[in-house]
């Protein structure tokens, strides 16, 4: 049976914007990144989503699993971000706002890699050329530090909360933001 069109885009209606249990939908906005087309540490960006997925449903083992795996592929070694790193903060700091989540200390301290990360411009700094290739690294790690600036305004409530580890790592992230 077919339904009536709602007027709305799909990523837009709010029938669906609840789960079972009440509150919204966390992560709604994936489906509006290319991520086929971004890249990570591994090659095509695409299981992004399913890992990103994982960390806000999956159990701690599942969550903690997939943390590691998006760490590798987005801030590899801690220090060395992609051009799909900018694209994932926005649902890093989503996630580290739900208490449901299980790994959120972890999740800010990645953060505070992102924010801390420096590796493409040191390179360049040695390397000028570096600044001219078609894909150009530097400006991905200045990307995914102004996306972590960008929501630093949830810090405040982060550092207040009564998770200890989270509320450390929130302090540290702040510390390294300068908020």
């Not at 095509?44 to 592929?73: C, K, Q, V």
């Not at 200045?142 to 996306?147: D, E, L, S």
Request: glycine share 6%.
């Amino acid at each position: 049976m077919r339904t009536a069109s709602t007027g709305q885009p799909s990523h837009e209606r709010t029938d669906r914007a609840a789960r079972p249990g009440g509150g919204a939908t966390p992560l709604r906005a994936l489906g509006e990144v290319p991520w086929r087309d971004l890249r990570d540490s591994t090659g095509s960006a695409a299981a992004i989503p399913l890992l990103l997925t994982t960390i806000a449903w999956g159990g701690p083992e599942a969550a903690s699993g997939a943390l590691d795996e998006l760490r590798n592929r987005v801030c590899q070694y801690g220090f060395v971000v992609e051009q799909a790193t900018a694209a994932t903060v926005p649902f890093l700091w989503e996630l580290a706002q739900l208490p449901r989540v299980t790994c959120r200390a972890r999740i800010l301290q990645l953060l505070k890699s992102i924010a801390d990360a420096r590796q493409w411009e040191h390179t360049a700094s040695a390397y000028p050329k570096l600044l001219n290739h078609r894909e150009n690294p530097v400006a991905w790690e200045r990307a995914a530090r102004r996306a972590v600036h960008a929501r630093k305004g949830a810090l405040r409530q982060l550092m207040a909360e009564e998770d200890a580890e989270v509320a450390r790592a929130s302090t540290a992230l702040a510390r390294a933001l300068g908020a």
